[in-house]
């Protein structure tokens, strides 16, 4: 399942490929994509940790970008 998400005021390119990067490694996700200059995150996701990843998600990006946030789309 593909989730996108909008990384409200994300400034920092080197961190969005940090969160690229511990998205990519949370369990059940096959791939994850931060594109910066569109401040989206797209992640393909196992269906059954679909539900839960969101919290997740929302975790890495406070660790690396703590006033970033993170919009379902």
Same mark, same amino acid.
């Given at each position: 399942m593909k989730k996108t998400y909008i990384l409200e005021d994300?400034?920092? =390119?080197?961190?969005?490929g940090e969160i690229e990067a511990a998205v990519g490694k949370l369990e059940g996700v096959t791939s994850s994509t931060v594109t910066f200059l569109t401040q989206k995150l797209v992640v393909e996701v196992?269906? =059954?940790k679909a539900d839960k990843i969101t919290k997740e998600i929302r975790k890495v990006v406070k660790k690396f970008e703590p006033?970033?946030?993170v919009v379902e789309k």
């Open positions: 994300l400034d920092c =390119a080197h961190c969005a196992e269906d =059954a006033d970033v946030e």
